[in-house]
Each structure stands twice: as C-alpha cells, then as structure tokens.
C-alpha cells in the first residue's frame, strides 16, 4: 500500500475520519508499490531530520516551519543520487510547495 501523501486546506477534525477529512483535502499523491516509504525508511534522520523521522508505517503532519524545512530536504534529495525516482521527488516537493504558500495548510504522510 505506501505512503500517501495529501494536501489539506487546515488540519483534519480529529479524531482522523476519512470520509470528514475529505472537505479540507487539496491533492494527494499515492505510492504504489512501496516507493515512497521504503526510501523515507532508508534516510538518515541525521541528514534528514524532517523527512528521516517520518514513519513509513504511521500518521505525520507537517506544517509551516517543518514544511518549509522538508522542502528544502527535498531540494538536497534532488542534487543526491538518491534510490527515489525523480517523478516521485517532484510531485512531493510541488505539495511541498504548494503547502508553505497556503497559510494554515497542513501536509498529511499516511503511512501502511
């Protein structure tokens, strides 16, 4: 199943209901196969510590600050020869972007 990743005008209600959180939902990337979270698995959280703390198998939020600092996480990914597909990169690095130009956004990692 993967990591999937969704775009959200403001932060869900809680507790997360699917069907409710679709009224906030902006765009989404899926991960077939396992890419996505198989690579943030691999990432050290030293180097990485927005994006290498991220659990593959859990819920994330990222917002504002952290948004921005992963975004720029990702443009070092970008110059690295990493494992990740570079269509992969691009499409999370534009909710990224997308995210830390709308205030109150909130980025959503959806993990297995």
Do not use: N, Q
């Not at 990337?29 to 198989?38: F, K, N, T, V």
């Amino acid at each position: 199943m993967g990591m999937d990743v969704e775009l959200h005008s403001m932060a869900p209600p809680l507790p997360m209901d699917w069907e409710k959180s679709r009224c906030t939902l902006l765009s989404e990337m899926g991960d077939r196969g396992d890419i996505l979270s198989d690579f943030i698995s691999s990432l050290d959280p030293k180097v990485y510590p927005i994006l290498g703390s991220l659990d593959p198998y859990g819920d994330s939020c990222l917002a504002g600050e952290y948004a921005l600092r992963a975004l720029v996480e990702v443009g070092k990914l970008k110059t690295s020869r990493s494992s990740i597909p570079s269509e992969k990169l691009a499409e999370l690095e534009r909710l990224m972007l997308e995210c830390v130009k709308r205030p109150g956004a909130v980025l959503i990692f959806i993990g297995d």
